[in-house]
């Protein structure tokens, strides 16, 4: 983490227990609840970064694992070395971007449907597309500076295709059925096969109490098929 020695980043055994304890020392606290790798990490061995994982289970230091950005190939190969050695650290959720305009884009594909066969949770980030999947953007001309998709200049290529008719048609089913666009969006994606829960952001206490309430909605198969055929459309 310190940009300076191959030590500070990446899934080494150092690296891994120094992180953990740097990380409780930060946080006052005498246990990680879920540890996540952030990313595969190729250049280590796999089994190294597992063992350092699996001795902070055995001291009760984390109590569960997961992995963040990984590919089908990248969790098989764990799967396969979690089953070898009988690990005790097994991988419980994978984190990965997901948003029901993009799905999981091209860097992970299929790891939703392969969370679901194995019994994982698919931890999805990134749920709101950045901002994107609010009503903030129906009308862009609205947006502005202090607009973070505004300001990362992302807006003109995340509008591009049927991308901001979809918007309007999801808008229009939010509106019918008493719900703020980004809730609909959290009810569709949460309702997936596989899916966990998401871990949208908030840039204010109304946002993050409006993400909270989509956890009590459900939709019904009708619903999920309007939102479904709004999606598709071209
Ligand atoms: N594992 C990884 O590699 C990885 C990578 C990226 C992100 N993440 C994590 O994923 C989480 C979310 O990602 P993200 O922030 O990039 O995307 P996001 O959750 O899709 O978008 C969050 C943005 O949407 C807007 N928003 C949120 N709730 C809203 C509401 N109720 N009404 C209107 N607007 C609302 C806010 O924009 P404004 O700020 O403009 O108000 C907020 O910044 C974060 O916790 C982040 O740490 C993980």
Not at 18 to 28: I, K, N, T, Y
Not at 100 to 126: D, K, Q, T, W
Not at 139 to 157: F, I, N, V, W
Not at 204 to 224: H, I, K
Request: hydrophobic share 40%.
């Amino acid at each position: 983490m310190d940009g300076r020695s191959p030590n500070h980043g990446g899934l080494s055994r150092g690296n891994i227990l120094d992180s953990v304890r740097a990380c409780l020392d930060r946080l006052q606290t005498d246990r990680i609840d879920l540890l996540y790798f952030h990313r595969f990490d190729a250049s280590e061995p796999p089994e190294e970064s597992l063992s350092a994982v699996d001795g902070l289970v055995r001291q009760d230091l984390v109590r569960y694992f997961a992995v963040s950005n990984f590919t089908v190939a990248n969790l098989k190969l764990y799967q396969r070395l979690e089953a070898d050695f009988g690990v005790r650290c097994r991988v419980q959720a994978v984190q990965n971007r997901f948003d029901i305009l993009h799905g999981e884009g091209n860097r992970c594909p299929g790891v939703l449907e392969y969370v679901a066969r194995a019994g994982l949770s698919f931890v999805a980030y990134g749920p709101l597309a950045r901002g994107l999947l609010t009503a903030r953007h129906l009308d862009p001309a609205k947006a502005g500076p202090g607009d973070r998709l505004y300001d990362e200049s992302a807006l003109d290529r995340d509008m591009a295709g049927p991308v901001r008719d979809r918007l309007l048609g999801l808008a229009a089913l939010a509106c019918e059925w008493d719900l703020e666009l980004s809730q609909l969006a959290l009810v569709h994606l949460m309702a997936l096969p596989g899916m966990g829960p998401p871990i949208p952001s908030a840039s204010s206490v109304e946002q993050l109490e409006s993400n909270a309430a989509a956890g009590r909605v459900e939709f019904t198969d009708d619903q999920r098929a309007q939102v479904r055929a709004v999606l598709e459309t071209r």
